[in-house]
């Protein structure tokens, strides 16, 4: 409803109902899990995870955000199959150039910009942040990395939609594990429905 609307804008969470590169990450993580219980090389790893993640973009209809990650994900798997050194900031730069030779025009969209300015955050941020703050590792990520993500979206939040979300900060913390959670449960229905329909 547009009241519901309202909230999630008022958070900071409303970006969760936008399939970005964030839900293809959940994806990422769930086949590179099935390829290591199946015991996979590094060759048959990097076919299984790059089909399932274009195929997953594909399903999307190759929206920028999804196709930014997807990208990512795949250069940064050809690194691993080749044993090289990734650079998050090459494979990012990479996708803009990807994405941009095919429509220059995505240049002036909000979802285009939000997208890698909230990677750039991630990449340029989370590792300074993560230096200051004196917490387990685990919850030290979980907070530095929506954390960078916000503070760089900042400007162009205030640009489009007028509004500087403070509270989106610590939301994020609490919504994204469940998005997580939410994007395997969808998952696992949808395999499910091809598989055992009455289930």
Same mark, same amino acid.
């Given at each position: 409803?547009?009241?519901?609307?309202?909230?999630?804008?008022?958070?900071?969470?409303?970006?969760?109902?936008?399939?970005?590169?964030?839900?293809?990450?959940?994806?990422?993580?769930?086949?590179?899990?099935?390829?290591?219980?199946?015991? !996979?090389?590094?060759? %048959?790893? =990097?076919? $299984?995870?790059? /089909?399932?993640? @274009? *195929?997953?973009?594909? &399903?999307?209809?190759?929206?920028?955000?999804?196709?930014?990650?997807?990208?990512?994900?795949?250069?940064?798997?050809?690194?691993?199959?080749?044993?090289?050194?990734?650079?998050?900031?090459?494979?990012?730069?990479?996708?803009?150039?990807?994405?941009?030779?095919?429509?220059?025009? !995505?240049?002036?969209? %909000?979802? =285009?910009? $939000?997208?890698? /300015?909230?990677? @750039? *955050?991630?990449?340029? &941020?989370?590792?300074?942040?993560?230096?200051?703050?004196?917490?387990?590792?685990?919850?030290?990520?979980?907070?530095?990395?929506?954390?960078?993500?916000?503070?760089?979206?900042?400007?162009?939040?205030?640009?489009?939609?007028?509004?500087?979300?403070?509270?989106?900060?610590?939301?994020?913390?609490?919504?994204?594990?469940?998005?997580?959670?939410? /994007?395997?449960?969808?998952?696992?229905?949808? &395999?499910?429905?091809?598989?055992?329909?009455?289930?």
């Amino acid at each position: 409803t547009p009241e519901d609307r309202d909230i999630y804008q008022k958070t900071g969470v409303m970006h969760l109902f936008a399939v970005s590169g964030l839900h293809l990450g959940f994806v990422f993580i769930a086949l590179m899990a099935a390829a290591s219980f199946l015991g !996979l090389k590094r060759p %048959p790893t =990097f076919i $299984l995870v790059t /089909v399932g993640l @274009w *195929g997953y973009a594909a &399903l999307i209809d190759f929206t920028p955000p999804v196709t930014r990650a997807a990208v990512m994900a795949t250069v940064g798997l050809a690194a691993y199959l080749w044993q090289q050194r990734q650079s998050a900031a090459n494979s990012l730069a990479l996708a803009a150039l990807v994405l941009l030779l095919f429509n220059p025009a !995505l240049l002036f969209d %909000p979802g =285009f910009q $939000l997208s890698f /300015v909230a990677t @750039w *955050g991630i990449i340029y &941020l989370a590792v300074p942040l993560n230096r200051h703050l004196p917490l387990p590792a685990g919850f030290r990520e979980a907070l530095t990395v929506p954390t960078a993500a916000q503070l760089a979206i900042l400007p162009l939040t205030a640009f489009y939609f007028n509004r500087v979300v403070v509270l989106g900060l610590f939301a994020n913390i609490l919504v994204v594990p469940l998005a997580g959670l939410m /994007v395997y449960l969808g998952l696992a229905g949808m &395999l499910l429905a091809l598989a055992a329909p009455g289930i």
